[in-house]
Structures are given as C-alpha cells and as structure tokens.
C-alpha cells in the first residue's frame, strides 16, 4: 500500500508544490517525542465562566492557551459574544480527549464567511489551547494554522483567477455565436475557433487542477490529524475538521460552478458536432495501457535478439566480398538510421519524464493530443521502427553474406530500402497521421525563419537541429547517392568530387542550423525589441558559426569554439535551464532559490539537476575529444560515437528546458495568466 507522503507528492500539482501542505514537515513534528500529558483537570462552573470570558477577548495572536481546558478549536479573533446555546448561528466545537468526552466546555461562535474569512481568503481565527498540551504539540498546532491558511489564501486567488478567466471566455462566446447566427462560418481549423477551443481547455485544466489542489489537501490535513491523535491525548481531528469545514477550498464550490460553465461553453462551441465527446474538453490523459506495454516489449525484444543475431553473422562470416570504399558508401545510410532512432527513443524519455512530473509541455508547444504523443505511444513507435530497422538489416545481410542469394550487383538496395523506411516514418500516413504532420509541419516552417514570428514549437525544432549536423551531413550525402544512383554500383558519389567541394557539402548542412537559431533569435528582437535574451542567444549562435568558419584551421577553430563552448555552457545552466543564481535577489545558487526555502522544481530528487549540471559540462566539451581522437580513430566511427552523444545531450537539455519554461517563462513564449483570444476587443 502507498503511503500518502508518496501520494502526496506524486500527485501535487507541480508549480504549485510550495502552496501544498507541509505534510512531511508536521509530519516530522509528530514523529517527535511528546513529553507526558499532564492528568486532566476537572473544571468548575466558576472556572468555565472565567474560561467563556477568556474566549471573548480580542487576542489577535494566532496561538493562545487557554487555562484548564482540553480542548483544541477555533475562535474569532475579534472576540465576538458567545452566543445562546439554543441560537440557529452558534457553531459548536466540542472538546474531547481519549479519555471522555468533555462537554463542560462548549465554544459557540457565529458563523458567516464575511466574520471567519477575508476576501484575499486569510482567516479570521484563533487557535485555543489546552493548558496541559506539551511544548512539542503547540508547535504542530502553529505550523498547522498556518498551512491552513496559507491554502486558503492560494485557492482564494486562483479562484478569483479563475472567475476573471470564465467572465472573459463567456463574454468571447456570445459574440461568437451572435456572429455565427449571423452567417459567419468559422471552420474547427479558424484562428478564432482554435483561440477558443484551446483556451477552454486551459481553463478547464486549471481548474482541474484546483480540484486536485483542494482535495489533496483536505486529505492531507485529515491524515496528519489522524496520525497526531494517535500520538496525542487530544482528540483533535473531528473538531479542527468541523472548523474548516465552511472554508473556501475546503467547500471549493466555485470550482465547481466554474466547470458546469465551462462545460456549457465547450456545448456551445461544438455547436452541431455532437460527436465530439466531452473527453476533448476534459483532455484525459491516455493511461499507461498494458496492451501497449506488451506491445512495446514484444517489438524492443524482438528487435534485440536480431540485432544480437545481427552482430554474430558479422564476426562470423565478415564482409570480404566489399572493399574498404564499398563498405564506406553504405555506412553513411547506417550511420542516418542510428542518428534517427536515438532521437525517437531520446523523444520517448522525454515525454515519459514530462508525463511523471506533471510538465505541461502541451500547453508550451500550444496543442494537444492527437498532434503531440503520449509517451507510451511514442515508446511504441520507436519500438516498431526500431523492428524493422533491425529485421530489413538481418535480412539484407544474411541474404547477401551468408546464404549468397543477393548478388553483389543488388547488395546495395539496402541504400533505397533503408531510406524508404525513413521517409515512411516522417511522412504523414496512417498511424500516428496528426502527430507526424505536425512535427514535419514544424521541421520545414524553421527554414523561412525570418519572415514570420517565432512560436516555441519553431524555436525547439531549431534547437533540436543545432544537434542533428552529423545527421543533415548523412542526409544530403544520402540524398547524392541516390539521386546519382551511385549505390548500385556500391560507389559513394562524394568520392567524385573534389576535397574542396566535399568540404563544402558538409559545411553547408552544419552551418544552416546554427543560421536558423540566429535569424529566429533576430526576429524574436524585431518583434520583442529587447536585447536581453533575444539578442545575447543570438550571439551565442553566432559565435558557433564564426567557429565553423575557420574548419580548415584547427588551431583558430580550436579557439573559437571553446569560446562558444563556455558561452553555451553558461547560457545553458543559467538561462534555459535557470540554475546556478536566485531569481529573486541576484545571488547565486547552485540550483534555484525560493524565498520560504520551499523547492521550485518540478523534477522531485535535487540529484537529478546536479548529475544534469555534470553531464552538460563534459559533452560540450566532447569536440575537444573528437579532435584529439581524429587520425587515431576511424572517422566513420568518430561522426557516429559524437553524433550519438550529442543528440543523448539535447535529449538530456530538453527535459530541464520545457521545465523551466514552465516554472520561470523563461523563454517568454507563454504567459500563465493570459492566454490568446479571438475577439481582444471585448477585453477593453
């Protein structure tokens, strides 16, 4: 069974995790030793007046011990008058200990959310005391009232948020329909039907979200009662319970009224399309489906044992039909093939760890399923290509090498077939259709870069490709070879062009990603006008192509690109994945700071940044090592073992990245608050 410290902080919502309750924290306080409980005093009448008395005193402090009492309740700070036993206002809080019931001492005090509860949703208590209560239990009280408090405050604001958001969205949708009743088509793929549609389901996320919020946290105060009262003589939990329970988040009946009208909207979007379910709305995430997980085991399994099978019938029976330049012109398709299913199994991670911490990575990129994948789906894409990648090579070789029923004329086919199965992968068929088109959408719109503003789906492709330069390098050489059918005759094409024009054709394609990076960055600047951080990450991948531009000199390129080395390296760790300094006073910190020492990341073990920090550190530095390694090891082997572990880093970099997008806007590609609508006009 899981104990709910682990369910609490499995489930909390991640940018809210300070706004939780300290469960661990009062749970330490419990777990201290209690001093013994002093016997309970039996109280006169004379003694009870005395004590009514002390209730009725305006005390602002949030913790008071009342003499001779056992009980543990809430009184106004105000000091109202306790009211007749028989009147409808009073509300009871009834003490109690293990021992007996104690009805000698009945606090009464009237009940309204104006007198118990600000409008910022601050309240308006006293915590009472018993005097015998030990010194290690007030505090537990303390910490308690102000956890209380401060959940309250925060569903309060998000509520009034929330309410602000609705008002605006029911304003957006009468004009809306009153146009659409007027004869205006609007398609589902209109701007102002996606501005709309999408900022309902933002809407209802987040209120989904406050949902979550209030009921963890009702539980959690239920738990901690009940795991003090076991420790305590005071029976605490009914009466503290009974206290809040005419709270806000404790009710939390805004919320609900808020998603019955953002259900009604979502109705009045959809119109006629009443097949379209309300699950859309609601965006349920896919669950962790066993078919799948079978499904992915059978294809990663499968594809391990051909692979083992693969490297036995190498060294078994090695290529000696092929020389050195014929075997050449066939790693380059290889070499393609790892490069693309490192990249799919390096997206999967990604989506797997954005899924368990609770990143909102579809809210960043500005879509939803079916365009953006559930990890498993995209574990088990992987899986198949990764099958078939592994069956089509043990055929090809087997066929060709061992049982010689491929003649060598035909041994190079596996050129065209290996990059058919590329291209059926990417190109927009059945299976998976909205998810391939939308990255291919992508990956093509990041070449007129200038010419339209920058979105974050558009920047992170871009980014993606800064790491792929061995790959579009593999690519266009590929692209030679068949286009020149020079695989036919198992000869690389590149071999009939000059050193010269070779250099060129891998300049080319490991400049360009660098150039598209840096003209986004421009145009980011031409909208934005702010230099910083628009301006200074261009410099950083301006400073990357001036390195590329020196490739025939070792020594000026050596210097340039640790240059550029220390400057990603910084921009990296500070700026998009927002460590080693504190937001709020400029000081500097190995990880981020937060100003009640409460932790704003999402990612749950601190471990996981530094061995993050590390891992960076030593794979920008990983061309000195390529460069130290050139002349002594095959350069085949060289492009492919840096290739691989350059696009493991940016698999790495991606998952901190959209983290701190979330958690800082560091990109400002999103706002939290403000999400676009299609009429702004009626904003005004």
């Not at 029976?317 to 070499?335: A, C, G, M, Q, T």
């Amino acid at each position: 069974m899981v104990k709910f410290g682990q369910y609490l902080k499995h489930n909390i919502v991640p940018e809210w995790r300070d706004k939780f309750i300290d469960y661990k924290g009062l749970k330490k306080i419990i777990n201290a030793e209690f001093d013994t409980s002093q016997a309970d005093v039996e109280m006169s009448p004379q003694v009870l007046e005395m004590n009514a008395k002390s209730v009725q005193s305006a005390s602002k402090q949030k913790l008071r011990q009342i003499d001779n009492s056992s009980v543990i309740g809430m009184v106004s700070v105000k000091g109202e008058e306790v009211k007749d036993e028989h009147s409808e206002h009073a509300y009871a809080y009834t003490a109690a200990t293990k021992e007996e019931l104690n009805d000698a001492l009945i606090i009464r005090a009237k009940r309204t959310r104006s007198e118990w509860e600000n409008e910022d949703g601050s309240i308006c208590w006293q915590w009472v005391m018993p005097a015998k209560c030990t010194q290690k239990e007030q505090p537990f009280f303390k910490k308690l009232f102000d956890e209380i408090q401060m959940v309250n405050e925060w569903y309060v604001e998000k509520e009034v948020e929330c309410t602000i958001r609705y008002n605006n969205y029911v304003k957006q949708m009468d004009h809306f329909c009153k146009l659409r009743n007027d004869g205006k088509e609007f398609s589902s793929s209109s701007a102002q039907y996606r501005q709309l549609e999408f900022g309902l389901k933002e809407l209802y996320r987040m209120l989904e979200y406050l949902h979550n919020y209030c009921t963890l946290n009702r539980t959690a105060i239920d738990k901690i009662l009940k795991k003090h009262d076991k420790h305590s003589d005071f029976q605490s939990r009914v009466t503290v319970t009974n206290a809040i329970s005419g709270i806000s988040f404790y009710k939390e009946e805004e919320v609900s009224h808020l998603r019955d009208g953002v259900e009604m909207l979502w109705r009045l979007l959809l119109g006629s399309k009443a097949s379209r379910s309300m699950m859309e709305l609601k965006n349920v995430k896919i669950s962790s489906n066993s078919r799948v997980a079978f499904q992915i085991g059978l294809f990663v399994g499968s594809a391990v044992v051909l692979f083992l099978a693969l490297l036995l019938i190498v060294f078994q029976y090695p290529i000696d039909s092929l020389s050195s330049d014929e075997v050449h012109s066939l790693w380059v398709i290889f070499r393609l093939q790892a490069f693309f299913v490192i990249q799919l199994w390096m997206w999967g991670l990604d989506l797997f760890v954005y899924h368990n911490n609770r990143i909102n990575f579809e809210y960043i990129f500005g879509e939803y399923a079916p365009s953006l994948l559930h990890f498993q789906q995209q574990f088990l894409f992987a899986s198949i290509y990764t099958f078939l990648l592994a069956l089509l090579l043990f055929l090809w070789y087997y066929a060709s090498f061992v049982a010689k029923l491929i003649p060598k004329t035909a041994v190079g086919l596996i050129t065209p077939a290996l990059f058919l199965l590329f291209l059926l992968s990417v190109l927009p068929l059945p299976g998976f259709f909205r998810a391939r088109l939308y990255a291919l959408i992508h990956c093509v719109s990041i070449i007129p870069a200038p010419f339209y503003r920058v979105h974050f789906p558009d920047f992170f492709i871009g980014d993606q490709m800064t790491s792929h330069n061995q790959t579009l390098i593999d690519l266009v050489h590929v692209l030679f070879n068949l286009a020149s059918l020079s695989f036919l005759q198992l000869r690389d094409k590149y071999n009939d062009f000059s050193p010269a024009v070779q250099e060129w054709l891998r300049f080319v394609p490991n400049f360009l990603p660098s150039l598209i990076r840096f003209l986004q960055c421009l145009r980011r600047y031409r909208d934005e006008k702010e230099c910083y951080p628009h301006l200074s990450n261009g410099i950083k991948y301006f400073m990357s192509m001036v390195a590329m531009c020196f490739f025939r000199s070792n020594a000026c390129y050596g210097v340039f690109q640790l240059l550029y080395t220390f400057y990603a390296l910084n921009w990296d760790l500070r700026e998009d994945w927002g460590l080693l300094h504190n937001f709020q006073k400029g000081k500097w910190y190995l990880l981020r700071d937060h100003p009640k020492k409460r932790s704003r990341h999402l990612l749950s073990d601190p471990y996981k940044y530094y061995v993050a920090i590390v891992n960076d550190v030593v794979l920008r530095f990983g061309w000195m090592a390529k460069m130290a390694l050139t002349g002594v090891v095959d350069a085949d082997v060289l492009q492919l073992v840096f290739g691989v572990v350059e696009i493991m880093r940016r698999g790495f970099w991606n998952i901190f990245r959209m983290e701190n997008e979330q958690v800082n806007n560091c990109g400002k590609f999103r706002a939290t608050l403000e999400v676009p609508v299609p009429f702004p006009d009626l904003m005004r």
